[in-house]
T-cell receptor
């Protein structure tokens, strides 16, 4: 049962371009939406995160846009660099109950930035 | 350095054998998690624990078992009942109630 749907599955952009990855969720009991970056053979690392009471969060070249009514959020990577080539996962945290703190991940997007 | 260690990095086992993956953390986190990663399927939660001597099944717990006897350690056993165990296994930890989970480097298990 996939509760967080991520697209596209893969993405190729040119250096300097904008990379956009989208996620949609169904469960309204999520209270925190992180994005993770994973390089081949490594564990994921937190990139940026947002709470549902905020519509946008920016950290350097990375921006999360959040649309609570549409239950969608997206990651924008401005001025994409070859070093950004990695797999990106969106996730959503369960807000309460016995599953509090549990993260549900999207399927992942393989980003390739060509020089 | 604080962090999460997983061992071994690569593991090969014959079909029908149980195998235990190690996960240790020195971040003083109460919560620990095990995920399985397969291509195109993201990270799927196997088990998680928010306190010593207690753990909960995740979305794909069948064929796996865990223990949490110490705060620092959360080993995962892949049993012979797991029908398709070949995968990349990731351990993570966090402060209970905090969103950020810190991941280990993973163990790639191949069943021959």
């Amino acid at each position: 049962q996939q509760q967080v749907k991520q697209s596209p599955q893969s993405l190729i952009v040119q250096k300097g371009g904008i990379s956009i990855i989208n996620c949609a969720y169904e469960n309204t009991a999520f209270d925190y939406f992180p994005w993770y970056q994973q390089f081949p053979g490594k564990g994921p690392a937190l990139l940026i995160a947002i709470r549902p009471d905020v519509s946008e969060k920016k950290e350097g070249r990375f921006t999360i846009s959040f649309n609570k009514s549409a239950k969608q959020f997206s990651l924008h990577i401005m001025d994409s660099q070859p070093g950004d080539s990695a797999t990106y996962f969106c996730a959503a945290r369960t807000a309460g109950g016995t599953s509090y703190g549990k993260l549900t991940f999207g399927q992942g997007t393989i980003l390739t930035v060509h020089p | 350095d604080g962090g999460i260690t997983q061992s071994p990095k690569y593991l090969f086992r014959k079909e029908g054998q149980n195998v235990t993956l190690s996960c240790e953390q020195n971040l003083n986190h109460d919560a620990m998690y095990w995920y399985r990663q397969d291509p195109g399927q993201g990270l799927r939660l196997i088990y998680y624990s928010q306190i010593v001597n207690d753990f909960q099944k995740g979305d794909i717990a069948e064929g796996y078992s865990v223990s949490r006897e110490k705060k620092e350690s959360f080993p995962l056993t892949v049993t012979s009942a797991q029908k398709n165990p070949t995968a990349f296994y990731l351990c993570a930890s966090s402060i209970v109630g905090r969103g950020e989970q810190f991941f280990g480097p993973g163990t790639r298990l191949t069943v021959l």
